[in-house]
């Protein structure tokens, strides 16, 4: 089956370690998004990717890094410079962002750092 | 940067009663996206809206994308119980043309 996925779905990190949060599609989408979701925050881009080896920064980017290898995948490393990386992450990809068309989810991942 | 109102920001309803919620922007969108999202999960697309004046309908969901390109509406007929989340409106367009969120209206049903 076509989708998105996102792994792993809850994730528990140390304070002052990075962290990378996978997301792989097989849609064949060219565009990739990252975004964060907090209680009552609605979804805040990172970064988003509109084809491989290019990608672009959100409106909350500092302390995130991302890479664009592969078409099919768009991992997230949270570093340690992310002051407050406790969050539900949601990855997106869609065909072109020309295209106007829709973007589907992945299924979150929850990062907790203690 | 663009934003999106999107309100109410929470509804308590009866079950059986429609619901309307809305989204407008100070900026024109060329696409217009609802979500539903269940706690802990990712968003699923319920409607994709891409012509002003568009209205579409998804069983008992109906939402229509602005004449002036800058709000859209998403009614719900007849709810029930599984309705219950929170609602997001997406819109696409702006001078990065990546998708901008409203922050979401959370519905409650009572049966």
């Known amino acids: 089956d076509g989708g998105i996925t996102q792994s792993p779905k809850y994730l528990f990190r140390k304070e002052g370690q990075n962290v990378t949060l996978s997301c792989e599609q097989n849609?064949?989408?060219?565009?990739m998004y990252w975004y964060r979701q907090d209680p009552g925050q609605g979804l805040r881009l990172i970064y988003y990717?509109?084809?491989?080896?290019?990608?672009q920064k959100g409106d909350i980017a500092e302390g995130y890094s991302v890479s664009r290898e592969k078409k099919e995948s768009f991992p997230l490393t949270v570093t340690s410079a992310q002051k407050n990386p406790t969050a539900f992450y949601l990855c997106?990809?869609?065909?072109?962002?020309?295209?106007?068309?829709?973007?589907?989810f992945g299924q979150g991942t929850r990062l907790t750092v203690v | 940067g663009q934003q999106l109102n999107q309100s109410p920001q929470s509804m308590f309803i009866q079950e059986g009663e429609d619901v309307s919620m809305n989204c407008t922007s100070s900026s024109i969108f060329n696409t217009w996206l609802w979500y539903k999202q269940d706690p802990g999960e990712g968003p699923v697309l319920l409607i994709a809206?891409?012509?002003?004046?568009e209205l579409t309908s998804n069983g008992r969901l109906t939402a229509q994308f602005g004449i002036t390109r800058k709000d859209s509406f998403l009614n719900i007929s007849a709810s029930i119980p599984s309705d219950v989340g929170i609602y997001f409106c997406a819109g696409q367009g702006g001078s990065q043309g990546n998708l901008i969120f409203g922050k979401g209206t959370k519905l409650s049903v009572k049966p």
């Open positions: 849609l064949n989408h060219d565009a």
């Open positions: 997106a990809s869609s065909p072109p962002l020309w295209s106007g068309a829709e973007a589907f």
């Open positions: 990717s509109q084809i491989v080896n290019d990608f």
């Open positions: 809206l891409y012509k002003a004046g």
